[in-house]
């Protein structure tokens, strides 16, 4: 009973360390967003730079960079490589936005970062997936979601907390962040490699098993896969993505739009998905049918969206909006994108696909960025039927791709794989 109290304890302690790398992520794309103004102001930055920022950062085109470069070495070198060395990257590109003086410093920094995470990401969600004990594979990626949601949450409360500082208040979030990368080097060196990764690795040396050429994705069987994911995750990451436009609407329609209103809106959404995430997907995602579950999700999110196109914006619907959208998110596309994304590649091409899908969503997302301005000039209701279109067609799509992998270890998808 002691082993396996230990080894329990052990499966969760690489899984969130592992899983940080949400924090980070969430936590740079928010940071970011929240210093923008301060930065516009300080460097005069005109609406090309910010235009730029945008769409190199860590919430786009940069960090789909990153994953592809960074999921193929890590199926090629180990999860563990990638995801301890990478952290110092990270801290080396943090570190150009906290002493940052100019335009080029932030741009730099940004798009430093932006590779950073993305080269991450792979790695962790695939050792996430890899270590995770059987049946409990949902549970454990639902672990990386919610410090994906306590990464914005952190951040958007220390903003609030050094708004007086100005300029000097962000640069000690973004010193945050860059310090728990540093921690984080020195923490997961004490992790070790993916045990399926090895065997994976060995059996490729001694040619045991079909060779894990990037190539082999594009066979009908993986194309398929990286199809659909693409398909669902990237509609709703366009919605996501374009999500920001809303908070400011809503704020300057029925709140006072102050900073704090700004927070505790923001904030209040962050938990809502966060307890959605610990209440539903991490407890029934490894248990249930999870087509079903991912389609309730998608309709939770089309109705909450659609709220916002159909009705008058009032002080009660905008918080029935926050509380569909923010419930929905928990046990949606992205949590099973990251779970899918694992169990549906074979252990040597895993890291690979999840890098080439997510740079073709977040690149997508980077795109897209550029025609919002526009959008937006068209006016709010026009832009929230659109986002409602993306989200009812991830829901289509997730609802006529989604596999039933629940109780399944990666072995016995791994076998259906070779079937």
């Not at 209701?381 to 109780?407: H, K």
């Amino acid at each position: 009973m002691a082993s396996t109290n230990a080894q329990d304890k052990d499966d969760w302690r690489n899984t969130i360390l592992a899983g940080l790398a949400n924090y980070i992520d969430a936590g740079s794309i928010v940071a970011g967003s929240a210093a923008l103004a301060l930065w516009q102001e300080a460097y005069h930055l005109n609406n090309n730079t910010v235009g730029l920022i945008g769409a190199f950062g860590p919430n786009a085109i940069s960090a789909g960079v990153g994953a592809l470069i960074g999921g193929r070495l890590c199926d090629l070198f180990g999860r563990k490589k990638i995801y301890q060395y990478d952290m110092l990257f990270y801290a080396f590109g943090m570190l150009w936005l906290v002493f940052a003086m100019n335009a080029w410093m932030v741009v730099l920094g940004f798009f430093l970062v932006g590779l950073a995470v993305g080269a991450d990401i792979p790695a962790s969600w695939s050792i996430i997936a890899e270590m995770a004990p059987k049946g409990k594979r949902g549970k454990h990626s639902g672990v990386a979601q919610v410090l994906w949601y306590l990464g914005p949450v952190v951040v958007l409360l220390l903003f609030l907390v050094l708004t007086p500082l100005g300029l000097l208040g962000a640069r000690i979030v973004f010193a945050h962040l860059a310090l728990l990368a540093i921690g984080l080097t020195f923490l997961r060196s004490r992790m070790q490699e993916s045990p399926r990764w090895l065997e994976a690795q060995a059996a490729d040396e001694h040619k045991q098993i079909e060779p894990a050429r990037i190539s082999a994705l594009f066979k009908p069987r993986y194309l398929g896969s990286m199809a659909f994911l693409i398909g669902m995750y990237g509609m709703w990451n366009l919605w996501a993505g374009t999500n920001g436009f809303f908070f400011p609407y809503i704020l300057r329609t029925v709140g006072d739009a102050s900073q704090a209103t700004a927070v505790a809106i923001q904030t209040l959404s962050f938990l809502i998905g966060m307890l959605s995430i610990w209440g539903v997907f991490m407890q029934f995602s490894d248990r249930l049918n999870q087509r079903t579950m991912f389609l309730v999700s998608a309709i939770i999110q089309v109705v909450g969206m659609s709220l916002l196109a159909l009705f008058p914006l009032t002080l009660p619907l905008a918080i029935l909006h926050v509380f569909l959208m923010a419930f929905g998110q928990g046990f949606g596309a992205q949590s099973f994108f990251q779970l899918w994304s694992s169990e549906m590649f074979p252990t040597l091409l895993r890291s690979t696909a999840q890098g080439l899908m997510f740079a073709v969503v977040r690149i997508g997302l980077g795109i897209w960025s550029f025609f919002v301005p526009v959008l937006t000039a068209t006016g709010f209701t026009t832009l929230a039927w659109i986002l409602t279109g993306f989200l009812a067609a991830s829901g289509i799509i997730g609802m006529l791709g989604a596999p039933r992998n629940e109780g399944k270890s990666l072995e016995e998808l791994e076998a259906q794989l070779k079937a």
